[in-house]
């Protein structure tokens, strides 16, 4: 099957690669003076080794991929030179829309809700949502996820492995990522952190997925969500004229929640530091 022409990128807000650990690239820089986006070491692209590609997918919704983190922005790029679908070596590792190249012409940004896919405006609105529960309402969210473990555990099952896109898991796994870590630090037990990161992260990936799951799955995975909070979030779809104002609000949010966090981690190293040096 012959390629498309132009893919995506999503990329931290600086306009850098997400990849951690990888060689800083400048993705902003390249859209705004033309220059290529090219990797500082690889002549040739090795599937099995992520460090000789620049990833790239063939639709905004797979272009977040795995990573735990809020997308930043979103960049429509085009190949240049070598050019590999990873599908072709690993069929069951990830979708057919990801791919690999050398080197990148960036040729336009969009709005940074699509790297979630259609619905992606929608999953900013849950992330907005979850960052104003209170303590105890994510406690109600914990207590719910609980007694219907064995359920969703099927339909987990079931959703992960039915070929969708990677929309959905990135919203779970940034979702989820932030609500366990801001319940630990509150001290509250793992099983309870996890169980309500598990209710509010199936959330945002069922809310990424409306329109690909069957009615029933959609059902099982908001079920803890709309015990607690209702069903008017995720069964409303989002009107565009709101589309700044929310996503401006969901992004000041997450930056506060991850200071928060970031704080709790210095007091600890702080801690750890003074403890070391009394030792």
């Not at 850098?16 to 040739?44: I, Q, W």
């Not at 994510?138 to 992960?160: F, G, P, V, Y």
């Amino acid at each position: 099957m012959t390629p498309p022409r132009l893919f995506y990128k999503t990329v931290s807000r600086d306009g850098c690669n997400l990849k951690p650990n990888a060689p800083r690239l400048n993705y902003e820089d390249a859209f705004m003076t033309g220059r290529a986006v090219r990797h500082p070491t690889s002549t040739r692209i090795d599937v099995d080794d992520h460090a000789t590609f620049l990833s790239i997918a063939s639709t905004p919704g797979d272009s977040l991929g795995n990573y735990r983190y809020f997308p930043g922005r979103l960049f429509v790029v085009e190949p240049l030179g070598e050019l590999r679908c990873m599908d072709e070596a690993h069929p069951k590792v990830g979708p057919p829309t990801w791919y690999a190249a050398l080197a990148l012409r960036v040729v336009q940004e969009k709005p940074s809700w699509m790297a979630f896919g259609d619905n992606g405006l929608l999953v900013f609105d849950v992330f907005r949502e979850m960052l104003e529960l209170d303590h105890a309402t994510l406690l109600r969210l914990a207590e719910q996820r609980l007694s219907r473990t064995t359920d969703l555990d099927k339909a987990n099952a079931i959703t992960w492995d039915s070929g969708r896109n990677t929309a959905g898991n990135a919203a779970l796994l940034i979702a989820s990522n932030l609500i366990a870590r801001i319940l630990i630090i509150e001290g509250e037990p793992l099983e309870v952190a996890r169980a309500a990161a598990a209710a509010v992260g199936e959330a945002a990936a069922a809310s990424a997925w409306r329109d690909l799951l069957p009615r029933g799955l959609w059902e099982q995975l908001t079920a803890s969500w709309r015990a607690v909070l209702g069903d008017e979030l995720l069964t409303a779809y989002v009107r565009p004229p709101e589309l700044a104002e929310r996503m401006a609000e969901a992004q000041r949010d997450y930056d506060a929640a991850q200071a928060r966090i970031a704080r709790f981690n210095a007091g600890i190293v702080h801690f750890i530091t003074g403890v070391s040096k009394i030792t």
